[in-house]
């Protein structure tokens, strides 16, 4: 199939993009690298009369420190995270997560921005996001706002991203030099989505850990911290039965739909699995 008839717009700044999308209302869509939503566009699942192209807003772009934070425009692309030698030294476990994203092709034109705001279980960036502690800036005719990652995901498609607003940036508190890290991810083949991934951060003092955030990908309505595996770990030392005591909570924290994937017991198995591999690595990059 193919999209029925739209207007195309590529505003050169944000206050232009701002104002045609308060202009055209729910009539019209916002395009930043295009993998989710034009397919979507093809099959008329979406039908906008406006879409509003993001690609030549320079100002969203880019990857800069400041003196406690990594700021990331919204346009940037997966590649850029991938070779960005800041966040290779930075904030590596965001790199790792995006060399699994997808393929070569989509990861030169996705962005993160549109990964996020698109509200995809599937996606990655969700629960790398959430590990990180990072938060939203969200931009409208009236200023702009800042939402945390734990609670920007409200649900399938549902995000705290309202009518009007745009992403503009990517705000991620510097990581401590030895925090472990790990995304562990499931996937039947390359470019597919995960069947089951957990993103791990990690922080350990006398032998015990002081810090931890685990995040599952793809087994619930949005990107799930596994909160009691979290609480269950802290002030521990991470041996083989706490792994495996906060891998078994983790699968508590799913909620798996049946897919071509596999079946629920299936992906809640495997989300266990792949918190086991993540915090083992975890824990070998935060002690070395």
Known sequence: MIPRPFEYHSPRSLSEALSLLSQHGDTAKLLAGG?????MMKLRFAQPDHLIDLGKLAELKGIRETHDEIIIGAMTTENELIWSALLQQKCPLLVEGARQISDPQVRYRGTIGGDISHG???????SLMIA??????????H?????H????????YMTQLEAGEIMTEIRIPIPAADTGYCYAKLKRKTGDFATAATAVT???QDGAVSDVRIVLT???PTALRAVDAEQTLTGKALDDDAIEQAARLAMLACEPAEDLRGDIDYK????GEMTRRALRTALARATH
């Open 35 to 39: 993998h989710s939503f034009l397919p």
């Open 149 to 156: 990652a734990d609670h920007f995901f409200l649900g399938t």
């Open 218 to 220: 793809n087994v619930g």
């Open 143 to 147: 200023g702009q706002r800042v939402v």
């Open 202 to 204: 990690l922080r350990m």
């Open 132 to 141: 990180l502690g990072a938060s939203f800036v969200l931009a409208g005719e």
């Open 268 to 271: 809640t198995a495997m989300a």
């Open 120 to 126: 995809d279980p599937g996606n990655d960036h969700p």
